[in-house]
C-alpha cells in the first residue's frame, strides 16, 4: 500500500493585518466643512486625531489632523470661518484592509504620516490606521525574545556575532557569553561540552523563548499549550513568569513574561544549559 500523502499546510497570514487594528467606522467630514467642525468631531464625538476627507462616493481625497489644525491657529485662522481645504492634506496615501501592518508601518515611515485612509476594493472609506494602533499590537503580541545557540568555540563565535550584529556582551562565563540587542532581545551562545549538553549531538539552535504580550497574553499561551497536551510548566523567579510547553516534535516552547527588555538579565540563566 503506497502511503498517504500528507495533507497540505494551508498559508497563513504572516503577522497582523491593517483590518485587524484599524478604526471602524471612521468618522468623515465634507471638503467644505469649517476648522472649528473638524475640532469638534475629533474631541468631541470621534475622539481621535484624524479626520478623512471624502468626496460624494465616499472616497478619499485629503486627510486632516490635529497638527493641521494647530498649524491653522498658530497661522491665527479663524476656526469658524477658515474652510479645511485651506489646510487639508490632499490625495492621501491609502492602505487595503488586508495589507500587512509592517506594510502599513513603512508606508507611516516612508512618508511621514501617522495616519493612513483604509479603503476597500472600490476606493471607499472603511476605516483608519493610526501609528499608535500599530504600536499597539506590535507590543501586546509574543515576540521573539532570546535565541540559545550551541557552539563550538565559544571566544571564536562571539567574535563573529558581536561585531555582526552590534550586540553587547552582558554577561559571560566559561562555557557561555550573552549578547543584547537594543530592543532587548537575547542571544545566548553555549559552547558544546560532552553530548548531554547538545541537543541531537549536534551544533545550532537548542531553543528559542518568545515574550508575551503582556500577563492577559500569556494566560492565553498558557491555556493554548495545556489544550494541545504540551504543557511542561509555569514557574516565576527572578522577576519573571516563563511557561514551558513543547512542540509537536519534543522541541522546547518558551514563553515569558516580563520579556528581556522590561526585565533585562545580566547573568547567565541556568536553563540554557538544559536540552
Same mark, same amino acid.
Given at each position: 500500500?503506497? =502511503?498517504?500523502?500528507?495533507?497540505?499546510?494551508? /498559508?497563513?497570514?504572516? %503577522?497582523? #493585518?491593517?483590518? !485587524?487594528?484599524?478604526?471602524?467606522?471612521?468618522? &468623515?467630514?465634507?471638503?467644505?466643512?469649517?476648522?472649528?467642525?473638524?475640532?469638534?468631531?475629533?474631541?468631541?464625538?470621534?475622539?481621535?486625531?484624524?479626520?478623512?476627507?471624502?468626496?460624494?462616493? %465616499?472616497?478619499?481625497?485629503?486627510?486632516?489632523?490635529?497638527?493641521? +489644525?494647530?498649524?491653522?491657529?498658530?497661522?491665527?485662522?479663524?476656526?469658524? *470661518?477658515?474652510?479645511?481645504?485651506?489646510?487639508?492634506?490632499?490625495? =492621501?496615501?491609502?492602505?487595503?484592509?488586508?495589507?500587512? $501592518?509592517?506594510?502599513?508601518?513603512?508606508?507611516?515611515?516612508?512618508?511621514?504620516?501617522?495616519?493612513? /485612509?483604509?479603503?476597500?476594493?472600490? %476606493?471607499?472609506?472603511?476605516?483608519?490606521?493610526?501609528?499608535?494602533?500599530?504600536?499597539?499590537?506590535? #507590543?501586546?503580541?509574543?515576540? +521573539?525574545?532570546?535565541?540559545?545557540?550551541?557552539?563550538?568555540?565559544?571566544?571564536?563565535?562571539?567574535?563573529?556575532?558581536?561585531?555582526? $550584529?552590534?550586540?553587547?556582551?552582558?554577561?559571560?562565563?566559561?562555557?557561555?557569553?550573552? +549578547? &543584547?540587542? =537594543?530592543?532587548?532581545?537575547?542571544?545566548?551562545?553555549?559552547?558544546?561540552?560532552?553530548?548531554?549538553?547538545?541537543?541531537?549531538?549536534?551544533?545550532?539552535?537548542?531553543?528559542?523563548?518568545?515574550?508575551?504580550?503582556? /500577563?492577559?497574553?500569556?494566560?492565553?499561551?498558557? !491555556? $493554548?499549550?495545556?489544550?494541545? %497536551?504540551?504543557?511542561?510548566? $509555569?514557574?516565576?523567579?527572578?522577576?519573571?513568569?516563563?511557561?514551558?510547553?513543547?512542540? /509537536?516534535?519534543? +522541541?522546547?516552547?518558551?514563553?515569558?513574561?516580563?520579556?528581556? !527588555? *522590561?526585565?533585562?538579565?545580566?547573568?547567565?540563566?541556568?536553563?540554557?544549559?538544559?536540552?
Amino acid at each position: 500500500m503506497e =502511503p498517504q500523502a500528507s495533507e497540505p499546510v494551508r /498559508p497563513t497570514h504572516a %503577522g497582523h #493585518t491593517v483590518a !485587524e487594528v484599524m478604526r471602524p467606522p471612521v468618522t &468623515t467630514i465634507e471638503i467644505h466643512s469649517h476648522l472649528a467642525a473638524a475640532a469638534y468631531l475629533m474631541t468631541s464625538h470621534a475622539n481621535q486625531s484624524a479626520l478623512i476627507v471624502v468626496d460624494d462616493a %465616499g472616497r478619499p481625497v485629503a486627510i486632516i489632523t490635529e497638527a493641521d +489644525l494647530l498649524r491653522a491657529v498658530a497661522h491665527g485662522a479663524d476656526t469658524g *470661518q477658515a474652510l479645511i481645504t485651506d489646510w487639508m492634506n490632499r490625495n =492621501p496615501q491609502t492602505i487595503r484592509p488586508d495589507a500587512a $501592518l509592517t506594510e502599513a508601518a513603512r508606508i507611516m515611515v516612508d512618508g511621514a504620516y501617522r495616519h493612513l /485612509p483604509v479603503v476597500s476594493d472600490d %476606493g471607499r472609506v472603511v476605516g483608519i490606521v493610526a501609528m499608535s494602533d500599530i504600536v499597539n499590537a506590535v #507590543t501586546r503580541s509574543v515576540r +521573539l525574545a532570546s535565541v540559545v545557540v550551541v557552539v563550538s568555540d565559544l571566544r571564536r563565535s562571539v567574535a563573529f556575532y558581536q561585531p555582526l $550584529l552590534r550586540y553587547p556582551i552582558t554577561a559571560s562565563d566559561a562555557d557561555a557569553a550573552l +549578547l &543584547t540587542g =537594543p530592543d532587548g532581545s537575547q542571544l545566548y551562545l553555549h559552547q558544546a561540552g560532552d553530548s548531554s549538553t547538545r541537543r541531537n549531538d549536534g551544533l545550532g539552535v537548542q531553543w528559542v523563548a518568545w515574550t508575551a504580550g503582556g /500577563p492577559h497574553d500569556l494566560d492565553r499561551c498558557t !491555556e $493554548l499549550i495545556k489544550e494541545r %497536551g504540551a504543557y511542561v510548566g $509555569l514557574d516565576t523567579s527572578e522577576g519573571f513568569t516563563r511557561l514551558e510547553g513543547r512542540d /509537536p516534535d519534543g +522541541l522546547p516552547v518558551i514563553i515569558t513574561y516580563p520579556g528581556p !527588555e *522590561q526585565a533585562p538579565r545580566h547573568v547567565i540563566s541556568p536553563r540554557i544549559y538544559r536540552p
